[in-house]
């Protein structure tokens, strides 16, 4: 009974190991910052900016994200689109 149990203890172990190990890191993460508040004149970060980060899957979402998130400078919902 207790050589069985360690039998089935092991190989669920190992099997969690596959699939940790089958995981190769497709996930990437990502920043997103507001649009409306940035700024062309001035390339860094400025007062009104907002960032956010994120995960996203590369192969399933090979373009840039381009979600609707919450601004807390401008106290609105605007589009935050992903950088570099």
Same mark, same amino acid.
């Given at each position: 009974?207790?050589? &069985?149990?360690? +039998?089935?203890?092991? #190989?669920?172990?190992?099997?969690?190991? %596959?699939? +940790?190990?089958? =995981?190769?890191? *497709?996930?990437?993460?990502?920043?997103? !910052?507001?649009?409306?508040?940035? *700024? @062309? @004149?001035?390339?860094?970060? &400025?007062?009104?900016? @907002?960032?956010?980060?994120?995960? =996203?899957?590369? #192969?399933?979402?090979?373009?840039? %994200? !381009?979600? +609707? $998130?919450? /601004?807390?400078?401008? /106290? +609105?919902?605007?589009?935050? =689109?992903?950088? $570099?």
């Amino acid at each position: 009974m207790q050589n &069985s149990f360690l +039998k089935l203890y092991n #190989r669920k172990l190992y099997i969690n190991v %596959l699939i +940790k190990m089958a =995981k190769k890191g *497709t996930r990437v993460v990502v920043t997103l !910052e507001c649009t409306e508040a940035r *700024t @062309s @004149s001035e390339p860094r970060r &400025s007062n009104g900016v @907002s960032r956010y980060t994120t995960e =996203k899957n590369k #192969r399933n979402t090979t373009e840039r %994200l !381009e979600l +609707k $998130k919450f /601004n807390p400078h401008l /106290n +609105k919902m605007t589009i935050h =689109k992903e950088i $570099k």
